[in-house]
């Protein structure tokens, strides 16, 4: 029988303030989860720190609650370890963008099979209401005592720039549509990321449900004919101005939806079977890696040959 939503909820009680968007991005995960009928046991959700990383506790999986910034290598890991695993990273602007920002841009380059959830609040909400990476500049939140007097970073147009093949906008409160974005996003072979817009309540009293309400408006209901899938590098010279041109508005207009999906890049995963045949198929979290404390295979000599080693 196929499970529902319900199915991947834990006991552990929610700790966010009423009202905050995190719910509304749980939920949409749970939806997704579930839509795909993904087994728990072979789901890994990873967090690094801040109130959104705490979904590791809320989603039914082998998940893992790892240090500031850090969730992306640790996933990286987990993922090369054991490609059949589905792998989901959690956390906030500050935790993704600011302190793990080096490792945002690397998984790009990667382009490993990840699916990024960026709960993107512009503050730290966890340490009490800094201005995180993603708050624009001369806006003052009420946790600050002075307007914010740093630029903002685009997530979407790092995004761009550090390589990932996937990269869609959703707000936290458009449960359904939010839902579907993060099923194409985990769906997506390659390293995916989901700038989810998310009001706190609590700190961000100027980047409020209000404020993001007027503004925001869905890719595909401006333009039906929308489609963001790149599959040969003639329709990415004809696509690509436009899709950066959608990825700079942020102001008065904010669009929402899956912007870029670059099907014609291959990942990690696919060139390190090409460097080490069988890899795929026999992962290393299910080959034996020592006898009698002594390791099988010494990394270098997987390399031997390859490119590596000359
Ligand atoms: Fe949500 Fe903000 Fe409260 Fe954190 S501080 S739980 S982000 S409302
Ligand atoms: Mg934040």
Redesign the pocket.
Known sequence: MARSWLDYRTEAWVQWCPGCGDFGILNSIHKALAELDIDPKRLVIVGGI?CSSRSVYYIRGSNVHTIHGRSIPVASGIKLANPELTVIVVG???DILGIGGGHFIALGRRNIDIAVLI???????LTKGQA?PTLPVWVKTKALPYPNVQGNINPLLLAFASGYTFIARGYAYHVNQLKDIVKAAIQHKGSAVVDILQPCPTYNDYMTSEWYEKRIYYLKDEDPTWDPAIRSIDEYRVKAPRIVEKMLEFGDRIPLGIFYQDLTRETLEDRFEKLTPGYLSSPPAKRPISVDSKPLVHPFKLFKDKVLVT
């Not at 709960?119 to 909400?125: E, H, I, P, Q």
Request: charged share 15%; hydrophobic share 25%; aromatic share 16%.
């Open positions: 801040g906030g602007d500050g709960f993107d609040n512009a503050v730290y909400g995180g």
